[in-house]
């Protein structure tokens, strides 16, 4: 059981630089998200979809672009990273909304801007 | 506006100690559903419990425990006879009923306590 795969796991970039964290479920969930976790700050939500061609931004969008073209599949782009975007990135999905059981999460990327 | 306040930043006790995490809520609405996840230091978020607004039985699940009181808004965790597999960080979280507005928007995080079992 794969569950939520998200990838890559370290990345390093220079400011400016645009890049796409990857995450793919295999468990047909319909809902899907991406939270961001810095020191002291516990997770915060960045997008969310709850389903193919549905996004919606979450508490802390500024700077971060969504698509979601299938259920499996949500990606989350950086267009011109910035040093402030240093984080560990986490994408998380559930059946349905994740108020209705459990959310399940990636292993995280852990993201640094120079 | 949803919150979450876990005021324990850092708890370090002695292995077989009992310990209380704390966690207090605020919502606007009547129907909404609180988590605790564990994140060990290998960094995986793993999911612990699930609990409505209308279900204030208190659940226990071996060495676990957990207390939901409605009336002080709380939803405290206590590990019995802590081991030091249980160092972690542990998060509360909160999400509101998908009918009045909230639900899809995700899970509402507090900054997590992290608990040191010492052997």
């Known amino acids: 059981n794969a569950g939520v795969t998200q990838t890559p796991k370290f990345q390093v970039l220079k400011t400016g630089q645009s890049m796409t964290l990857q995450c793919a479920q295999d468990?047909?969930?319909?809902?899907m998200s991406w939270y961001r976790q810095d020191p002291g700050m516990g997770l915060r939500l960045i997008h969310y979809?709850?389903?193919?061609?549905?996004?919606d931004q979450g508490e802390v969008p500024n700077g971060y672009n969504v698509s979601r073209s299938t259920t499996e599949d949500f990606p989350l782009r950086l267009l011109s990273a910035a040093p402030s975007q240093t984080s560990v990135y986490f994408c998380?999905?559930?059946?349905?909304?994740?108020?209705?059981?459990?959310?399940?999460f990636g292993e995280g990327s852990r993201l640094t801007v120079l | 506006a949803q919150k979450v306040t876990q005021a324990q930043t850092e708890i370090s006790v002695v292995e077989k100690e009992d310990v209380t995490l704390d966690c207090v809520y605020e919502?606007?609405?009547?129907?909404?559903?609180l988590f605790w996840y564990k994140q060990p230091p290998s960094g995986e978020l793993v999911f612990l419990i699930r609990?409505?607004?209308?279900?204030?039985q208190n659940e226990i699940s071996g060495r676990y425990s957990w207390n939901f009181q409605k009336s002080t808004s709380s939803f405290n965790f206590t590990i019995t006879a802590s081991q030091v597999v249980d160092s972690a960080v542990y998060f509360c979280?909160?999400?509101?009923?998908?009918?009045?507005?909230?639900?899809?928007?995700?899970?509402?995080f507090g900054k997590g306590t992290h608990l040191i079992i010492q052997p």
């Open positions: 998380a999905s559930s059946y349905r909304q994740p108020n209705t059981g459990e959310l399940f």
């Open positions: 468990m047909n969930h319909e809902y």
């Open positions: 979809s709850v389903g193919a061609g549905i996004t």
């Open positions: 919502t606007r609405d009547t129907t909404y559903y």
């Open positions: 609990r409505n607004s209308f279900d204030e």
């Open positions: 979280a909160l999400s509101e009923a998908v009918y009045s507005g909230g639900g899809a928007d995700g899970l509402t």
